[in-house]
């Protein structure tokens, strides 16, 4: 039907300029991750879906998922090791996984959902997988390769939106750092004796965290023999 095809390519257009607009708008990255799943569940028509970002916990790599449509309570938060789930699967594997059953998954968590078609697939920044885009439809129907497009397709959006919020977190720590430099330089520039500039130093010191920071120093006779030692700390 040509009316219909001309109907979805506009649709299609009018969602994908309201994802683009929301990545340029500012918003924290959750709730951009959750515009881009929602974007995407509503062109693909979905059942449900979420998002997930890679952290390491004891040196080794899971998916935390960060954005959900339609999903569980408890899927918001949870973290799946490679191999464990979709999202596990898909860091394992490294590579788009469609399955027309969820329960053909080795270890499948969601039992509800075993007879769900799914989709999940690698969010990838170059060659670096930074996250997880999962999605699922209830049977009996079925995802096709043109859904797996169109869900890459998000992928890549999704990369753009976590790229460019790990920029911004890191820009936003070099600038609190060289602020806190500017100002320790300044107190020690006017310190009028070591106590002004330990107290300086330290302050930039604990300001970082949580430390228990000290610093000794050795006072020495009129022989350069060392006669004291004072701890100073914070």
């Given amino acids: 039907n040509p ?23 500012g918003l924290e990255l959750d709730p951009l991750l959750s515009n881009i799943l929602e974007s995407a ?4 028509e979905a059942t449900h879906g979420t998002i997930g970002l890679v ?23 949870a973290e799946m090791a490679p191999g464990i789930g979709l999202a596990g699967t898909v860091l394992r594997m490294k590579q788009t996984i469609r399955l ?10 969601l039992q509800n959902l075993v007879d769900h078609s799914v989709i ?9 997988i930074i996250g997880f885009f999962g999605i699922g439809i209830e049977a009996p129907r079925r995802f096709t390769d043109h859904d797996v497009e169109t869900l890459e397709f998000f ?41 002004g500039v330990i107290d300086a130093y330290l302050d930039q010191v ?11 120093l050795y006072e020495h006779d009129e022989n350069n023999q060392r006669v004291a030692v004072v701890v100073r700390g914070r």
């Fill in 206 to 216: 604990a300001a970082g965290g949580e430390y228990i920071c000290n610093i000794c």
């Fill in 120 to 128: 999940g697939v690698p969010v990838q920044w170059g060659e670096k």
């Fill in 100 to 109: 027309d059953r969820y329960g053909e998954l080795e270890h499948p968590t």
């Fill in 3 to 25: 009316e219909q095809n001309i109907s979805d390519a506009i649709r299609r257009a009018d969602i994908l300029q309201r994802v683009m607009t929301s990545i340029s708008s």
């Fill in 41 to 44: 569940v509503t062109l693909i």
């Fill in 155 to 195: 992928a890549q959006y999704a990369a753009v939106a976590i790229n460019n919020a790990n920029l911004f977190k890191a820009s936003q720590s070099a600038l609190n750092e060289m602020h806190l430099l500017y100002k320790t330089s300044q107190r020690i520039g006017i310190s009028d004796d070591v106590d």
């Fill in 55 to 77: 952290v390491e916990r004891s040196g080794k790599m899971m998916i935390r998922t960060v954005a959900v449509h339609n999903m569980p309570d408890e899927e918001l938060g």
